[in-house]
C-alpha cells in the first residue's frame, strides 16, 4: 500500500465524545472499534454505519488509551485516576479494576492469550496484571525507563515500551534481557507491525 491507496474523503463522523478523544482503537476483525475521551468514557461504535452502539462510564478521570481482546468479549482501559480498568464489552460492567501505578496511565494492552494486561505509566514503569488470578497486585514491574512510558506493545516473548526519555525498550521475558534503542526525541507512540517484524515509532 502506498500513500495513493489511502481513502480521500470520509467514510463517516463518529461523535458523542464531550470534549477531546484521546484514542480511537478497532477491534481484531475491524467490524467495531473503541474511542476514549477526556469526558471520562469509552465508546463502542459501528463506524461503516456511523452508529454509536455503548457507552462505558467507570473512570474517575479522562481515559488515556482502550484495548480489546481477540474474541471482542472484554476490554481494558486506562487514564488519569491511575487505574486499569477490565470490562465486560457485553454488559458494560467492571470486572476488576487495577490498582499500583504512582500516576497517570498512558497505555493498556492484552498480550495474545487476553490474559494479562500491560500498562504504561507516568511513574516511568510498565507493570502487567494477570486478569485470571483475584490479586490485585501486578505480576511483574519494569521500571528502568527514566521519564513517563506513553505506549506498550506486545508479542509472544518481548514486551516494548516508549518513553518521554526517548527510548524505546524491549524486554525478552524469557531470556530476561534488555535492548535500549535511543531514538533522541520523546516517545509518544510505538505499533506494531502485522508480521511482527517492525515497531514503529512517533
Avoid at 3 to 20: F, I, M, Q, S, W
Avoid at 28 to 36: E, M, T, V, W
Wanted: charged fraction near 25%; proline fraction near 2%; glycine fraction near 10%.
Amino acid at each position: 500500500m502506498s500513500v495513493a491507496d489511502l481513502p480521500k474523503t470520509e467514510a463517516n463522523v463518529l461523535r458523542g465524545h464531550e470534549g477531546a478523544v484521546l484514542a480511537a482503537r478497532f477491534n481484531s476483525d475491524g467490524n467495531y472499534c473503541l474511542s476514549a475521551g477526556k469526558d471520562r468514557t469509552i465508546r463502542l461504535w459501528n463506524p461503516h454505519r456511523g452508529i454509536h452502539i455503548k457507552t462505558y462510564k467507570a473512570h474517575g478521570r479522562e481515559v488515556r488509551d482502550v484495548h480489546v481482546t481477540s474474541d471482542n468479549s472484554k476490554l481494558c482501559s486506562c487514564g488519569g485516576d491511575r487505574q486499569i480498568f477490565y470490562w465486560d464489552v457485553a454488559t458494560g460492567k467492571v470486572i476488576r479494576k487495577f490498582r499500583g501505578h504512582e500516576g497517570e496511565v498512558n497505555g493498556v494492552k492484552f498480550n495474545e492469550y487476553s490474559s494479562v494486561v500491560v500498562s504504561a505509566g507516568f511513574d516511568q514503569s510498565l507493570r502487567a496484571w494477570d486478569c485470571r488470578s483475584h490479586s490485585n497486585e501486578p505480576i511483574q514491574i519494569i521500571d528502568t525507563f527514566t521519564d513517563s512510558v506513553m505506549s506498550v506493545c506486545l508479542t509472544k516473548t518481548e514486551i516494548i515500551g516508549g518513553s518521554v526519555d526517548g527510548t524505546v525498550r524491549t524486554f525478552d521475558m524469557r531470556m530476561g534481557r534488555e535492548v535500549s534503542d535511543d531514538l533522541g526525541q520523546p516517545v509518544n507512540c510505538i505499533s506494531m507491525s502485522n508480521d511482527g517484524n517492525c515497531i514503529l515509532a512517533s
